[in-house]
């Protein structure tokens, strides 16, 4: 008969351990409801450990959402194939999958949580949004964004995540509903800025080149033709 041994882990396993238990019950929990005892328990060790790994729960808690941060961020990244509507759909669909996974820490990344004011969970967040952007850039296959599109951009990225933070809120919504309202609202809101803009006009004609005519964007046209018709009488 043999005996299991446990086997130590050394410090960096250890505290990438740490991380992932408490990314696992942020998922479930607001951060500020999880205690270090919790976290040690889930850890199988003891809460003065804890703190030789991580010198309090405000390090542990920003290690992990730098974790979560670089998974967000990483959600923005698609394979370069198909049109611009079908890629940003794609986007949506990964987001949500982190959204729907990580609800509360999700919610505590986008509000600050129990870190509010701290210079670090502040750029972790930025740093998402900036990730956001360049990627939605190369999506469009755009370089160098002219102001408008640039404020275009980042304003969708805004209702991104304050919708996917109102969704859940009762997720009241169909979430497959939501992720093509959000790739409508991106190109609503693309077609409004380059009304008033030439340049920006120019550009979003060679990113929407070939978009197919079952695609996301063909759909919004055909959805506000039908909104504009007069009712059959």
Do not use: C
């Not at 041994?5 to 408490?22: C, F, N, P, S, T």
């Not at 992990?64 to 949506?92: I, K, N, T, W, Y």
């Amino acid at each position: 008969m043999t005996t299991g041994v446990r086997r130590r882990m050394g410090v960096d396993e250890r505290r990438q351990q740490l991380i992932g238990v408490a990314l696992e019950l942020f998922s479930r929990r607001s951060p500020d409801e999880v205690s270090i005892d919790e976290i040690a328990a889930a850890a199988g060790i003891s809460r003065p450990l804890v703190y030789h790994y991580f010198p309090g729960k405000l390090s542990l808690y920003e290690a992990a959402l730098q974790r979560a941060s670089d998974d967000l961020a990483e959600r923005f990244v698609v394979a370069a194939e198909g049109s611009l509507g079908s890629r940003l759909l794609r986007v949506m669909r990964r987001f949500f999958d982190f959204v729907d996974d990580h609800g509360p820490g999700f919610a505590a990344l986008m509000r600050g949580g129990p870190a509010v004011g701290s210079s670090t969970t502040n750029a972790l967040i930025d740093g998402v949004r900036q990730a956001a952007y360049v990627q939605i850039l190369s999506h469009m296959n755009i370089q160098n964004a002219p102001a408008r599109l640039e404020l275009m951009i980042r304003s969708w990225i805004s209702l991104v995540e304050s919708t996917a933070l109102l969704w859940l809120d009762g997720r009241r919504v169909p979430r497959a509903d939501l992720e093509r309202q959000l790739v409508h609202d991106f190109a609503a809101l693309a077609a409004v800025s380059a009304a008033y803009d030439e340049e920006l006009s120019d550009l979003l004609r060679e990113s929407l080149r070939g978009e197919p005519g079952d695609g996301p964007f063909s759909d919004l046209v055909v959805r506000l033709i039908a909104l504009a018709s007069p009712p059959a009488t």
